[in-house]
């Protein structure tokens, strides 16, 4: 191929590795999901019986972590600000961690959820806020963007709550796409590229709520993790019980990636204020923490769905795992 040479008008030569190049940094900034590492986390639902059993248990839908179609800015604020802190929370030092710990195992769960669902998540989260330090797990996501149902993403993932920092790698989807937002360092911009052989050699620092962080994503990367989870759905919860519109029944137990989950089914009427038709909420009976969400559209097409596997809980994750210049990583 050749091209005219501004210095004599005589045909220049393009080298074909410029051409690839230049091809290839055009595919990125088309590729699906090239710039987040979110919480996009996409997998298959637990099995297609949980589903199912959980659509038929009432009329109520499935919805994920987002609890809007897509933004819902309930637990961060845009420009990479870390997740609401509450009032009341006495951070995530671990120390004191095992008597925060102890104390919150005297509540009767299995009792208070099957009584009062709305009060089980609001006890939930404080308790994810006061005990959940950081974890690992392989973050399962699959969503429904601009109309189309996307392919199933698998990453695993790296979180910790102060400073909230998150670290993902693309397992399935963008194979090898890597992932890492840290509150207060990089100039908290999402630090991203993506998967296959030439990934690593086109690095992004972006916006984490810019348009081309969000165009493949609904949830913000600002909005990920297990406590995030609650912290935007118990506020439509709460919402539609306050205006008389919340249809809201315990499941029972059901199966979610080899675990026992309690789930709870919700059921919203078709209002502007609230953001799908029905959601299945699972929280793990053990280790009492949210391990997914199914969410269903207005016209019943499933909207998104997560869920967290193979998790382990205050791993005492450190400031290494969360640095760009990990050797483990490809940044």
């Known amino acids: 191929m050749t091209a005219a040479n501004p210095d004599n008008g005589k045909p220049r030569r393009v080298r074909p590795a410029c051409i690839a190049l230049a091809a290839y940094v055009a595919l990125l900034l088309v590729l699906p999901g090239a710039a987040t590492g979110q919480t996009s986390e996409a997998a298959p639902a637990p099995a297609a019986t949980t589903t199912a059993a959980a659509r038929s248990g ?28 509450n009032a009341d929370n006495p951070g995530t030092d671990v120390k004191d961690l095992d008597a925060r710990i102890a104390r919150w195992k005297q509540i009767d769960w299995e009792a208070l959820v099957q009584k009062d669902q709305v ?21 399962h996501k699959q969503e429904r963007i601009r109309g189309k149902l996307r392919g199933k993403e698998v990453a695993q993932m790296k979180f910790r709550a102060e400073p909230f920092s998150v670290y993902m790698k693309y397992t399935k989807g963008d194979k090898g796409r890597e992932a890492l ?32 962080a969000t165009r493949d994503n609904l949830r913000l990367i600002t909005m990920a993790g297990m406590t995030s989870m609650l912290n935007t759905v118990l506020p439509q919860f709460e919402l539609a019980r306050a205006n008389g519109d919340l249809t809201v029944s315990y499941l029972g137990k059901m199966d979610v990636g080899g675990r026992k989950a309690y ?23 053990q280790a009492l923490v949210p391990i997914g969400a199914d969410s269903y559209a207005w016209d019943n097409q499933l909207q998104s769905t997560y869920r967290y596997t193979d998790f382990k809980l205050n791993t005492g994750l450190t400031d290494d795992d969360f640095d760009r210049r990990n050797k483990a990583y490809n940044f």
């Open 119 to 139: 009060e089980f998540l609001a006890k939930l989260r404080q308790k994810c806020i006061e005990t959940l330090v950081d974890f690992t797990a392989t973050f």
């Open 181 to 212: 937002y840290v509150d207060g360092r990089y100039d908290n911009k999402l630090q991203v590229h993506p998967g296959g052989l030439l990934g690593p050699l086109f690095q992004l620092k972006i916006e984490p709520d810019s348009d081309l």
């Open 58 to 85: 009432t009329d109520a839908d499935a919805q994920a972590p987002d609890d809007t179609p897509g933004r819902d800015p309930a637990p961060a604020t845009a420009g990479g600000s870390s997740p609401q802190k």
């Open 263 to 285: 789930a709870i089914k919700r059921i919203l009427p078709k209002k502007d204020i609230y953001p799908c038709k029905e959601l299945v909420f699972f929280i793990d009976c």
